[in-house]
């Protein structure tokens, strides 16, 4: 099963974007899906998290009020709106899945997508 990120592209600063995360072949149980980032030069960050049991959802500050992650457990999804886009919101945006507990790191991750916004 494999997890694939859609939706990158070019956009200007104060735009937006949603990205699109989906599983290929048969579907799988997760405990929670979320999208990371990881900027030229720099180390991946979890840029935000979804956890099915209760649906609480987790920002990393540099993103809070800006992004939003929703999806749907039974279809393997997760989306990312990205609004107020800001030029160091640049970066390839991962997805993956935490396939055996929430306590545990992600096991399943998906190829990234390019978003880079222009300033």
């Known amino acids: 099963v494999q997890l694939q990120a859609s939706g990158g592209g070019l956009m200007q600063a104060g735009g937006s974007l949603r990205l699109s995360c989906a599983a290929s072949?048969?579907?799988?149980?997760?405990?929670?899906m979320g999208w990371f980032r990881q900027a030229p030069g720099k180390e991946r960050e979890s840029v935000a998290t979804?956890?099915?049991?209760?649906?609480?959802?987790y920002y990393a500050d540099s993103v809070k009020g800006r992004f939003t992650i929703s999806g749907d457990n039974a279809k393997n999804t997760v989306y990312l709106q990205m609004n107020s886009l800001k030029p160091e919101d640049t970066a390839v945006y991962y997805c993956?899945?935490?396939?055996?507990?929430?306590?545990?790191?992600?096991?399943?991750w998906g190829q990234g997508t390019l978003v880079t916004v222009s300033s």
């Open positions: 979804i956890r099915w049991s209760g649906g609480s959802t």
């Open positions: 072949g048969r579907t799988f149980t997760s405990y929670a």
């Open positions: 993956a899945a935490k396939t055996r507990s929430w306590y545990v790191q992600y096991d399943n």
